[in-house]
């Protein structure tokens, strides 16, 4: 599955983006999906991720509370609402899938078989 992620930019801090990435390729709704993000000089690090069927999301403690990860399965398209950002959420943000065949919870980059290019958040102060 090819994935192709859009939607970064430039915004003030308390301020939303909301982050897209079509899949192409498979069927999308046989994968997981998962937002990660890479800030510079830092390890790239999980995000948000949501299951097969968006019946689980899961998130991390930084981000929890602000941000949603849902998707569109006929649509191939996954997305990663950002409400409330400050400063600390600039990053490359990066959408994953993985192959899998039950619901699983994957916070685990290794996991993920299929990566986007990247689209850059920058929140300024």
């Known amino acids: 599955v090819q994935l192709q992620a859009s939607g970064g930019g430039l915004v003030q801090a308390r301020g939303s983006l909301r982050l897209s990435c079509a899949a192409s390729?498979?069927?999308?709704?046989?994968?997981?999906m998962g937002w990660f993000r890479q800030a510079p000089g830092k390890e790239r690090e999980f995000v948000a991720t949501?299951?097969?069927?968006?019946?689980?999301?899961y998130y991390a403690d930084s981000v929890k509370g602000r941000f949603i990860i849902s998707r569109d399965n006929a649509g191939n398209t996954g997305y990663l609402q950002m409400n409330n950002l400050t400063p600390e959420d600039t990053a490359v943000y990066y959408c994953a899938a993985a192959f899998v065949r039950i619901s699983e919870i994957l916070t685990t980059a290794s996991r993920y078989d299929y990566w986007g290019q990247g689209t850059q958040v920058t929140v300024s102060s």
């Open positions: 390729g498979r069927a999308f709704s046989n994968y997981a």
């Open positions: 949501i299951t097969r069927t968006a019946g689980i999301t």
